[in-house]
């Protein structure tokens, strides 16, 4: 087994993955205390078929191939194989499991610490898994300590980039040239792939 090291866990659908996470992802590997960041590529739920949602394998993909040049991200597909629908605080049992030696963290955007009270289990992630929080335009300047009186909460000043994966599948599908708001290689395979046109 490798050295222990500190891993941060930022989730998401990265339906598609574009600058905007990349950035984020680089920034907490290289400007914090964490050693990596694992972006855990959620599965789509079975109960919510959602038109828009490319293939998990396709998604994690695109992944692959926007962090191959970055040896500090990897892509985590833990949760592909656990029952739907999944809660972070089980994903984290089972990385955790998997990976004795490392200690894990959550890296979220403001708006989702916001709606934290609302996941399951969420006073325990609070008292044993630090939350390092990136700042959003659209959030609510809002003190964290009010937010939640206990909890290894840090806010960090990352830089913001307000890029939504809704925002590229509509202008891909209406044509647009989108080239710069995602990684060249994965510009590419989507657009080989003709992923998110309308005539598919």
Do not use: C
């Amino acid at each position: 087994m490798g050295p222990s090291k500190t891993i941060g866990l930022y989730f998401g659908t990265f339906n598609p993955i574009h600058i905007g996470h990349l950035n984020i992802a680089h920034y907490f590997a290289h400007h914090s205390e964490l050693d990596e960041v694992w972006l855990v590529v959620t599965p789509q739920n079975p109960l919510k078929t959602k038109q828009s949602l490319l293939a998990d394998y396709h998604r994690a993909a695109l992944v692959d191939i926007a962090l191959e040049d970055y040896p500090r991200l990897k892509t985590s597909r833990v949760e592909f194989d656990l029952p739907q629908p999944n809660y972070t605080v089980n994903t984290l049992a089972v990385l955790q499991e998997q990976n004795p030696g490392h200690r894990f963290a959550l890296i979220m955007g403001q708006d989702n610490l916001q709606n934290l009270h609302k996941w399951k289990n969420y006073e325990w992630l609070l008292e044993h898994i630090p939350i390092l929080v990136y700042p959003r335009v659209s959030s609510h300047e809002e003190s964290l300590s009010k937010t939640y009186d206990k909890g290894n909460i840090t806010q960090v000043k990352a830089p913001i980039f307000e890029l939504s994966s809704t925002f590229i599948r509509k202008r891909i599908a209406l044509g647009a040239d989108i080239r710069p708001m995602l990684p060249e290689k994965v510009w590419r395979y989507i657009d080989e792939m003709n992923f998110y046109k309308k005539n598919r």
